[in-house]
Protein backbone atom coordinates (compact mmCIF):
# COMPACT_ATOMS: atom_id res chain seq x y z
CA UNK A 1 0.00 0.00 0.00
CA UNK A 2 1.30 3.05 -0.99
CA UNK A 3 1.84 6.00 1.80
CA UNK A 4 -0.48 8.44 0.18
CA UNK A 5 -3.23 6.40 -0.25
CA UNK A 6 -3.20 4.62 3.23
CA UNK A 7 -2.93 8.08 4.62
CA UNK A 8 -5.99 9.19 2.95
CA UNK A 9 -7.87 5.80 4.51
CA UNK A 10 -6.99 6.83 7.83
CA UNK A 11 -8.03 10.47 7.51
CA UNK A 12 -11.30 8.85 6.72
CA UNK A 13 -11.78 6.64 9.13
CA UNK A 14 -10.96 2.98 7.62
CA UNK A 15 -8.20 1.22 9.47
CA UNK A 16 -6.97 -1.82 10.05
CA UNK A 17 -6.18 -4.16 12.89
CA UNK A 18 -2.36 -3.96 11.93
CA UNK A 19 -0.01 -1.62 10.38
CA UNK A 20 3.38 -2.26 9.51
CA UNK A 21 5.24 1.10 8.81
CA UNK A 22 8.79 0.22 6.77
CA UNK A 23 11.14 2.64 6.24
CA UNK A 24 13.20 5.71 7.38
CA UNK A 25 11.78 8.38 6.29
CA UNK A 26 11.61 10.76 9.39
CA UNK A 27 8.49 13.19 8.06
CA UNK A 28 6.60 10.42 7.05
CA UNK A 29 6.68 8.32 10.14
CA UNK A 30 5.92 11.33 12.36
CA UNK A 31 2.82 12.46 10.20
CA UNK A 32 1.66 9.27 10.18
CA UNK A 33 1.82 8.85 14.11
CA UNK A 34 0.62 12.35 14.41
CA UNK A 35 -3.09 11.01 12.24
CA UNK A 36 -3.36 7.63 13.55
CA UNK A 37 -3.75 8.83 16.63
CA UNK A 38 -6.07 12.35 15.77
CA UNK A 39 -8.05 10.07 13.76
CA UNK A 40 -8.45 6.97 16.01
CA UNK A 41 -10.02 8.63 19.08
CA UNK A 42 -10.74 11.71 20.60
CA UNK A 43 -7.75 13.47 22.17
CA UNK A 44 -9.49 13.12 25.88
CA UNK A 45 -9.31 9.38 25.49
CA UNK A 46 -5.69 8.92 24.61
CA UNK A 47 -4.20 9.00 27.75
CA UNK A 48 -5.93 5.90 28.61
CA UNK A 49 -6.54 4.09 25.43
CA UNK A 50 -2.91 4.26 24.07
CA UNK A 51 0.49 2.85 24.80
CA UNK A 52 3.73 3.29 23.06
CA UNK A 53 6.84 0.88 24.03
CA UNK A 54 10.33 1.15 22.73
CA UNK A 55 11.39 -2.49 21.84
CA UNK A 56 15.47 -1.21 22.83
CA UNK A 57 13.69 -0.91 26.66
CA UNK A 58 10.78 -3.22 27.11
CA UNK A 59 9.99 -7.14 25.63
CA UNK A 60 7.47 -7.42 22.58
CA UNK A 61 5.02 -9.15 25.71
CA UNK A 62 4.10 -5.85 27.19
CA UNK A 63 2.78 -4.16 24.06
CA UNK A 64 1.02 -7.92 22.88
CA UNK A 65 -0.90 -7.82 26.54
CA UNK A 66 -1.57 -3.85 25.99
CA UNK A 67 -3.31 -4.53 22.93
CA UNK A 68 -5.50 -7.45 24.30
CA UNK A 69 -6.79 -5.33 26.77
CA UNK A 70 -10.11 -4.17 26.48
CA UNK A 71 -10.25 0.15 25.94
CA UNK A 72 -10.99 2.30 28.91
CA UNK A 73 -14.34 4.59 28.39
CA UNK A 74 -13.86 4.14 24.86
CA UNK A 75 -14.58 2.24 21.48
CA UNK A 76 -10.56 1.25 20.64
CA UNK A 77 -6.88 1.50 21.59
CA UNK A 78 -4.48 2.29 19.65
CA UNK A 79 -0.77 0.58 20.27
CA UNK A 80 2.34 2.00 19.15
CA UNK A 81 5.46 -0.37 18.44
CA UNK A 82 8.75 0.92 17.85
CA UNK A 83 12.35 -0.46 17.45
CA UNK A 84 10.87 -4.44 16.32
CA UNK A 85 14.61 -5.31 16.27
CA UNK A 86 13.42 -8.72 15.70
CA UNK A 87 11.82 -8.27 12.78
CA UNK A 88 15.78 -7.50 11.37
CA UNK A 89 18.77 -9.50 11.37
CA UNK A 90 20.02 -7.32 14.24
CA UNK A 91 19.93 -8.78 18.15
CA UNK A 92 18.09 -7.09 20.60
CA UNK A 93 19.42 -5.61 23.41
CA UNK A 94 20.97 -8.06 26.53
CA UNK A 95 18.53 -8.79 28.59
CA UNK A 96 15.34 -8.39 26.43
CA UNK A 97 13.37 -11.68 25.09
CA UNK A 98 10.78 -10.87 22.68
CA UNK A 99 7.94 -13.22 22.05
CA UNK A 100 7.40 -13.61 18.58
CA UNK A 101 5.20 -17.08 18.83
CA UNK A 102 2.64 -14.67 20.85
CA UNK A 103 2.82 -12.09 18.16
CA UNK A 104 2.33 -14.85 15.70
CA UNK A 105 -0.71 -16.19 17.43
CA UNK A 106 -1.92 -12.45 17.67
CA UNK A 107 -1.72 -11.82 14.03
CA UNK A 108 -3.20 -14.72 13.05
CA UNK A 109 -6.16 -13.27 15.79
CA UNK A 110 -6.01 -10.15 16.17
CA UNK A 111 -8.36 -7.92 18.67
CA UNK A 112 -11.44 -6.07 17.08
CA UNK A 113 -10.57 -3.21 19.54
CA UNK A 114 -7.14 -2.38 19.18
CA UNK A 115 -4.98 -0.84 16.14
CA UNK A 116 -1.12 -2.43 16.50
CA UNK A 117 0.98 0.16 15.14
CA UNK A 118 4.66 -1.48 14.13
CA UNK A 119 7.43 1.11 13.35
CA UNK A 120 10.19 -0.83 11.73
CA UNK A 121 12.80 2.21 10.91
CA UNK A 122 14.99 -0.03 9.07
CA UNK A 123 15.45 -0.13 5.15
CA UNK A 124 14.74 -4.02 5.14
CA UNK A 125 13.79 -6.38 7.29
CA UNK A 126 15.43 -9.79 7.52
CA UNK A 127 12.59 -12.14 5.14
CA UNK A 128 14.44 -15.28 6.22
CA UNK A 129 12.64 -15.05 9.40
CA UNK A 130 9.34 -16.95 9.76
CA UNK A 131 8.15 -13.41 11.97
CA UNK A 132 9.20 -11.05 9.47
CA UNK A 133 7.65 -12.69 6.39
CA UNK A 134 3.76 -13.11 8.37
CA UNK A 135 3.79 -9.68 9.67
CA UNK A 136 4.19 -8.22 5.99
CA UNK A 137 1.39 -10.69 4.98
CA UNK A 138 -0.92 -10.07 8.00
CA UNK A 139 -0.48 -6.29 8.39
CA UNK A 140 -1.08 -3.63 6.51
CA UNK A 141 2.61 -2.88 4.78
CA UNK A 142 3.33 1.26 4.58
CA UNK A 143 6.15 1.96 2.85
CA UNK A 144 7.78 5.33 4.54
CA UNK A 145 11.38 4.65 2.91
CA UNK A 146 13.21 8.44 1.64
CA UNK A 147 11.85 9.89 -1.06
CA UNK A 148 14.41 10.07 -4.23
CA UNK A 149 15.57 13.26 -5.41
CA UNK A 150 13.28 14.20 -8.04
CA UNK A 151 10.13 13.08 -5.54
CA UNK A 152 11.19 15.06 -2.47
CA UNK A 153 11.57 18.26 -4.97
CA UNK A 154 8.47 17.52 -6.38
CA UNK A 155 6.40 16.88 -2.67
CA UNK A 156 8.02 19.95 -0.91
CA UNK A 157 7.27 22.04 -4.28
CA UNK A 158 3.74 20.77 -3.61
CA UNK A 159 3.31 21.64 -0.33
CA UNK A 160 4.58 25.24 -0.98
CA UNK A 161 2.19 25.70 -3.70
CA UNK A 162 -0.51 24.02 -1.42
CA UNK A 163 0.32 26.72 1.12
CA UNK A 164 -0.12 29.61 -0.80
CA UNK A 165 3.98 30.64 -1.29
CA UNK A 166 5.88 31.56 -4.13
CA UNK A 167 9.73 30.71 -4.60
CA UNK A 168 11.58 31.34 -8.15
CA UNK A 169 13.25 28.46 -9.48
CA UNK A 170 16.82 29.81 -8.29
CA UNK A 171 15.54 30.27 -4.76
CA UNK A 172 13.91 27.02 -4.96
CA UNK A 173 17.19 25.21 -6.65
CA UNK A 174 18.95 26.88 -3.92
CA UNK A 175 16.51 25.69 -0.87
CA UNK A 176 17.01 22.22 -2.27
CA UNK A 177 20.47 22.31 -2.07
CA UNK A 178 20.85 23.85 1.27
CA UNK A 179 18.81 20.44 2.66
CA UNK A 180 20.16 18.17 0.31
CA UNK A 181 16.87 16.75 -0.85
CA UNK A 182 16.11 15.86 2.28
CA UNK A 183 12.39 15.71 3.35
CA UNK A 184 12.39 15.83 6.44
CA UNK A 185 14.69 18.69 7.39
CA UNK A 186 13.21 20.50 3.72
CA UNK A 187 9.61 20.49 6.05
CA UNK A 188 11.23 21.51 8.74
CA UNK A 189 12.93 24.75 7.40
CA UNK A 190 9.80 25.35 5.28
CA UNK A 191 8.17 26.54 8.63
CA UNK A 192 10.64 29.18 9.64
CA UNK A 193 10.36 30.26 5.82
CA UNK A 194 6.45 30.41 5.93
CA UNK A 195 6.70 32.73 8.78
CA UNK A 196 9.31 35.30 7.03
CA UNK A 197 7.51 35.46 4.29
CA UNK A 198 3.90 35.64 5.47
CA UNK A 199 2.97 39.18 4.86
CA UNK A 200 4.09 38.55 0.92
CA UNK A 201 4.19 34.98 0.58
CA UNK A 202 7.39 35.40 -1.13
CA UNK A 203 10.05 33.16 -0.08
CA UNK A 204 13.39 34.66 -1.45
CA UNK A 205 16.92 32.90 -2.09
CA UNK A 206 17.99 35.23 0.60
CA UNK A 207 15.47 34.16 3.57
CA UNK A 208 16.98 30.70 2.27
CA UNK A 209 20.55 31.95 2.58
CA UNK A 210 19.89 33.25 6.18
CA UNK A 211 17.34 30.63 8.05
CA UNK A 212 18.19 27.46 6.28
CA UNK A 213 21.39 26.58 7.86
CA UNK A 214 24.52 25.02 5.90
CA UNK A 215 25.96 21.69 7.73
CA UNK A 216 28.92 20.67 8.00
CA UNK A 217 29.34 19.25 4.88
CA UNK A 218 28.14 21.75 3.17
CA UNK A 219 30.60 24.02 4.53
CA UNK A 220 33.08 20.96 3.28
CA UNK A 221 32.05 21.41 -0.09
CA UNK A 222 32.65 25.15 -0.33
CA UNK A 223 36.38 24.54 1.10
CA UNK A 224 36.87 21.72 -1.45
CA UNK A 225 35.83 24.32 -4.48
CA UNK A 226 38.01 26.73 -3.15
CA UNK A 227 40.82 24.22 -3.31
CA UNK A 228 40.38 22.97 -6.44
CA UNK A 229 40.23 26.79 -7.36
CA UNK A 230 43.14 27.67 -5.37
CA UNK A 231 41.48 30.36 -3.65
CA UNK A 232 43.44 30.00 -0.24
CA UNK A 233 41.85 33.26 1.00
CA UNK A 234 38.15 31.93 0.61
CA UNK A 235 39.39 28.13 1.90
CA UNK A 236 41.22 29.84 4.81
CA UNK A 237 38.19 31.76 6.04
CA UNK A 238 35.80 28.75 5.65
CA UNK A 239 38.15 26.64 7.89
CA UNK A 240 38.43 29.20 10.52
CA UNK A 241 34.97 29.86 10.83
CA UNK A 242 34.74 25.98 10.92
CA UNK A 243 37.19 26.00 13.86
CA UNK A 244 35.31 29.30 15.36
CA UNK A 245 32.05 26.58 15.45
CA UNK A 246 34.36 24.31 17.48
CA UNK A 247 35.05 21.69 14.72
CA UNK A 248 37.94 19.49 15.35
CA UNK A 249 40.80 20.39 12.81
CA UNK A 250 41.00 16.34 12.04
CA UNK A 251 37.58 16.20 11.59
CA UNK A 252 37.13 18.96 9.20
CA UNK A 253 40.66 17.80 7.62
CA UNK A 254 39.28 13.75 7.51
CA UNK A 255 35.82 15.10 5.62
CA UNK A 256 37.86 16.67 2.75
CA UNK A 257 40.09 13.33 2.27
CA UNK A 258 36.91 11.52 2.13
CA UNK A 259 36.03 14.15 -0.66
CA UNK A 260 38.81 14.52 -2.81
CA UNK A 261 38.88 10.35 -2.57
CA UNK A 262 35.67 10.65 -3.96
CA UNK A 263 36.24 13.18 -6.89
CA UNK A 264 39.08 11.08 -8.07
CA UNK A 265 36.76 8.10 -7.81
CA UNK A 266 33.82 9.90 -9.85
CA UNK A 267 36.87 11.03 -12.24
CA UNK A 268 38.35 7.64 -12.87
CA UNK A 269 34.76 5.89 -13.49
CA UNK A 270 33.57 8.48 -15.48
CA UNK A 271 36.65 8.28 -17.95
CA UNK A 272 35.75 4.23 -18.32
CA UNK A 273 32.24 5.63 -19.89
CA UNK A 274 30.28 5.34 -16.61
CA UNK A 275 27.09 7.41 -16.44
CA UNK A 276 26.30 9.48 -13.27
CA UNK A 277 23.65 6.65 -12.20
CA UNK A 278 26.15 3.65 -12.24
CA UNK A 279 28.80 5.77 -10.37
CA UNK A 280 26.40 6.49 -8.04
CA UNK A 281 25.72 2.32 -7.72
CA UNK A 282 29.53 1.10 -8.02
CA UNK A 283 30.33 3.28 -4.86
CA UNK A 284 27.02 2.71 -2.94
CA UNK A 285 26.41 6.87 -2.74
CA UNK A 286 23.47 8.87 -3.10
CA UNK A 287 23.26 10.27 -6.81
CA UNK A 288 22.97 14.02 -5.96
CA UNK A 289 26.67 13.79 -4.28
CA UNK A 290 27.67 11.79 -7.63
CA UNK A 291 26.21 14.81 -9.63
CA UNK A 292 27.74 17.55 -7.56
CA UNK A 293 31.12 15.62 -7.35
CA UNK A 294 31.42 16.20 -11.51
CA UNK A 295 30.19 19.41 -11.45
CA UNK A 296 32.87 20.13 -9.33
CA UNK A 297 36.13 18.10 -11.57
CA UNK A 298 34.34 18.90 -14.97
CA UNK A 299 37.36 20.39 -16.87
CA UNK A 300 39.79 19.61 -13.65
CA UNK A 301 42.89 18.09 -14.42
CA UNK A 302 43.98 14.63 -12.49
CA UNK A 303 47.26 15.41 -11.57
CA UNK A 304 45.91 18.63 -9.34
CA UNK A 305 43.49 16.15 -8.18
CA UNK A 306 46.30 13.89 -6.82
CA UNK A 307 48.05 16.51 -5.36
CA UNK A 308 45.78 17.95 -3.34
CA UNK A 309 44.38 14.55 -1.65
CA UNK A 310 48.34 13.40 -1.25
CA UNK A 311 48.55 16.88 0.64
CA UNK A 312 45.77 16.17 3.02
CA UNK A 313 47.18 13.20 3.11
CA UNK A 314 50.26 14.54 5.15
CA UNK A 315 48.34 17.29 7.08
CA UNK A 316 46.53 14.59 8.50
CA UNK A 317 49.64 12.78 9.52
CA UNK A 318 51.11 16.01 11.01
CA UNK A 319 48.04 16.62 13.18
CA UNK A 320 48.35 12.90 14.61
CA UNK A 321 51.37 13.07 15.18
CA UNK A 322 51.83 16.17 17.05
CA UNK A 323 54.13 17.99 14.12
CA UNK A 324 53.44 21.22 14.45
CA UNK A 325 49.97 23.12 15.40
CA UNK A 326 46.95 20.92 13.97
CA UNK A 327 44.88 23.89 13.85
CA UNK A 328 47.18 25.52 11.10
CA UNK A 329 47.91 22.53 9.17
CA UNK A 330 45.05 22.77 6.67
CA UNK A 331 46.32 26.38 6.21
CA UNK A 332 50.08 25.59 5.63
CA UNK A 333 48.91 23.14 3.06
CA UNK A 334 46.63 25.10 1.42
CA UNK A 335 49.16 28.01 0.88
CA UNK A 336 51.56 25.82 -0.69
CA UNK A 337 48.89 23.89 -2.94
CA UNK A 338 47.92 27.16 -4.29
CA UNK A 339 51.42 28.35 -5.11
CA UNK A 340 52.61 25.19 -6.87
Known amino acids: MT ?4 IAKIKKGQFSPVYLFLGTETYFIQEARKLLLEHAMPEEDQDLNVGTYNLDEVPLSHALEDAESIPFFGDRRVVIVDQPVFLTGEKAKAGIEHDTEWLERYLNNPSDSTILVFFAAYEKLDNRKKISKLIQKKATVVSVAPLKEAEARNYLNQVIQNEGYHMDRQSL ?3 FER ?3 NLSKGMDELQKLFLAAMTDKKITKQMVEDLVPRNLEQNIFDIVTYVLKKDSQKAIQ ?3 DLLLQKEEPIKINAILLGQFRLLIQVRLLAKKGYQQPDIAKVLKIHPYRVKLASGQIRNMDENRLQKAYLGLVEAEKK ?5 GL ?3 QFELFMLKYANQ
Do not use: N
Request: aromatic letters at 20%; zero cysteines.
Open 173 to 175: QFF
Open 238 to 240: TYR
Open 3 to 6: YAAE
Open 326 to 328: KDI
Open 319 to 323: MKTGD
Open 179 to 181: IED
